[in-house]
């Protein structure tokens, strides 16, 4: 892909402001011109290479800053917030939240913050939002600040692969002698009615990393990166983990548990040779899979975090949902899609399909109310576990569900991924010559789509209307705007 135009002008203000010095002072010292250096805080004007070195040689300036998250998440973050029906008669359009952006980011951040808080709040009734769900409503927030990109653990996990494959062909078998050489732990693959109540773990007593049998080949590769990121990616962790600056302890657990996945699939997917075989490859899911000896879920993990400057890949988004449609992951990624936030989904949207046809890709072309178009792919994932103890009990049946005579059962979860529709013709996946448009909104409360037969719910902020003669296929009519 061509080399992305780096625009941080928020980045360049923040520093300039703390080294106490005014527009003519700093461009004075780097030598350009005051109106020069106005431009590029409003962005108006790219970061060249020239500028950004004068920037190091000046102000011992860090460039992996610029891989940071923007003001409030961006300009399409911003502008998704402000399509809230509380904003809908002031009409602020894409240009004024540019310019906000540019000359007052700290208060756009503001802003972000303080209506996010309030989301979390009007949501708090939702059955997925209640209790202590609300903290996972944060720590999700905190990534998606960073647009689920972390450059410096991409760097080093990175380097860490190439170390591998130095070693050995065979991920796995390179990730077996790095423990056991750099680290003197084992490895055992133990079977499900020893190791019953975890995947894998981490014993420093008996110096091994234990397995699980029901892991797959995919899984157990995964469980070996994730104890690499435990043992040699401690202190950029740490790191991240301190500046989001969480009062809770189970926030932080959660965040340092997403940074450690995010570690271990960027050593099992490093971001140089996996953004290359995506792009050659047309995204083609199943060869990646192949190529990199990784499952469905991780690759679409993967396919969020995408956003290194210089050598961006496509700005995917994913949820994954249960059978009862409740949403246990969720990653805007750079998309900043509508379709991640809400705690409702449109029955419209085909996500739910793919429980019909299990491991098959089903497929969607949607449109918003918002008018913007999305291209979504869903697959259901399964993996095997031992039942819940409460389950033990129940007679002597050969099966229970999904679960079989010896307590192995099996959950599945539908993934959906998805592009803004601009993106699509770069997915092997989309034909737009075959491609129906489907109007889809973000769950009844918040649809405002006239005579849909699928509505739940009437639409919030409007009134009903009833007419006593005649009966509407649609349950709830109301009046238009």
């Not at 971001?271 to 990199?292: K, N, P, W």
């Amino acid at each position: 892909m061509a080399q992305d135009k780096v625009f941080a002008g928020h980045v360049v203000r923040r520093l300039r402001r703390d080294n106490g010095m005014t527009q003519v002072q700093m461009a004075e010292l780097l030598e350009i011109s005051a109106s020069y250096l106005n431009l590029v805080e409003r962005n108006q004007r790219p970061l060249t290479a020239s500028f950004i070195l004068k920037l190091v040689e000046k102000l011992h300036f860090d460039p992996r800053s610029l891989s940071g998250p923007e003001p409030g998440g961006g300009v399409e973050a911003v502008r998704r917030r402000l399509g809230d029906r509380l904003f809908q008669d002031i009409g602020v359009d894409r240009a004024q939240i540019v310019e906000w952006l540019a000359s007052a980011p700290d208060t756009a951040e503001a802003f972000a913050r303080l209506y996010d808080m309030k989301a979390m709040g009007d949501a708090g009734t939702a059955a997925e939002n209640i209790g202590a769900n609300n903290i996972t409503i944060l720590v999700r927030q905190e990534i998606e600040r960073w647009n689920n990109h972390f450059a410096d653990l991409d760097n080093m996990a990175e380097k860490l692969a190439d170390d591998l494959r130095l070693q050995s062909g065979d991920v796995n078998g390179a990730m077996v002698t790095r423990l056991r050489e750099k680290h003197q732990l084992g490895v055992r693959i133990l079977p499900a009615d020893i190791l019953i109540n975890a995947s894998w773990k981490l014993d420093y007593h008996a110096r091994q990393i234990q397995i699980s049998e029901l892991l797959d080949h995919s899984s157990r590769n995964f469980a070996l990166a994730a104890s690499l990121a435990r043992l040699e990616a401690v202190d950029e962790i740490e790191a991240l983990v301190r500046g989001a600056a969480f009062d809770n302890k189970v926030q932080e657990q959660l965040y340092r548990r997403h940074l450690r996945s995010y570690f271990a699939a960027a050593i099992l997917m490093p971001y140089g040779r996996f953004v290359r075989a995506c792009e050659s490859s047309a995204y083609d899911f199943t060869i990646l899979q192949r190529r990199f000896s990784v499952g469905f879920e991780q690759l679409a993990h993967r396919l969020t975090t995408l956003n290194r400057v210089g050598q961006r890949g496509l700005p995917f988004f994913m949820l994954r949902i249960d059978k009862a449609g409740q949403v246990s992951k969720r990653f805007s990624g750079a998309s900043n899609s509508p379709l991640v936030a809400g705690t409702a989904r449109c029955p419209l949207w085909n996500v739910h399909d793919a429980f019909y046809s299990p491991g098959s890709f089903c497929t969607q072309y949607v449109e918003l109310e918002d008018q913007s178009r999305w291209f979504t792919i869903s697959r259901t994932v399964s993996r095997l576990s031992p039942h819940a103890p409460s389950m033990q009990n129940v007679g002597r049946a050969e099966s229970i569900g999904d679960v079989n005579a010896r307590g192995i059962s099996a959950s599945q979860f539908a993934i959906s991924l998805g592009v803004e529709a601009s993106h699509a013709g770069n997915i092997c996946y989309f034909d737009q010559a075959k491609m129906h448009v489907h109007a889809v909104g973000l769950g009844c409360a918040q649809c405002t789509r006239a005579n849909c037969a699928q509505r739940a719910a009437p639409p919030q902020n409007r009134a009903l209307i009833f007419r006593e003669n005649e009966r509407a296929f649609t349950p709830f009519s109301f009046i238009e705007e």
